[in-house]
């Protein structure tokens, strides 16, 4: 796991690759994540299980692996006072349809528990703005995870 830390904050440069089964790429998506969780001051379950059910579907990784990779980017989000690190990785090998889709996670993320707090909304905010994804497309993402939520709640 240091390994995995060391590298994430390591320069990317030449390094730079477009596999989505990269574990730095992993880790910067899960630690995202888990940041939004923490965001308001604790995390709840349905936080911590939509994490694991998005890495499982963005990565197609088993139940194990999400467990683990949720475990590591709590550690990681708790260790790392800030965004950039992460928000480069993705920044970096994200299209820009995934690195919307990445702003629709964090959406799912912040309105799993039931209510958005003032600072979960900001974290997206600020995580589009370093992902290169306009607010325009933020509100959109942001309301089709609503509709989602509201579709399963309705069935």
């Known amino acids: 796991m240091i390994s995995r830390l060391k590298t994430l904050f390591r320069a990317t440069g030449a390094s730079q690759k477009d596999d989505h089964d990269d574990a730095e790429l992993h880790l910067a998506a899960a630690a995202l994540l888990a940041e939004e969780a923490l965001m308001d001051g604790h995390v709840d379950e349905s936080e911590l299980e939509t994490i694991a059910a998005l890495l499982m579907d963005q990565f197609t990784i088993t139940v194990e692996e999400a ?3 949720v475990a590591e980017g709590c550690r990681a989000a708790e260790k ?3 965004l950039y690190a992460f ?5 970096d090998r994200f299209s820009q349809a995934e690195r919307v889709r990445m ?7 912040a309105l799993a528990d039931g209510e958005v707090h003032y600072f979960e909304s900001n974290m997206v905010r600020r995580v589009a703005g370093l992902l290169y994804v306009a607010d325009r497309e933020s509100g959109l993402a942001r309301k089709r995870v609503a509709r989602r939520l509201e579709e ?3 069935a």
């Open 80 to 82: 790392s006072g800030q």
């Open 87 to 91: 928000t480069r990785v993705i920044k």
């Open 103 to 109: 702003i629709e996670m964090l959406w799912q993320v």
């Open 67 to 69: 467990a683990e990779l």
């Open 152 to 154: 399963i709640a309705d």
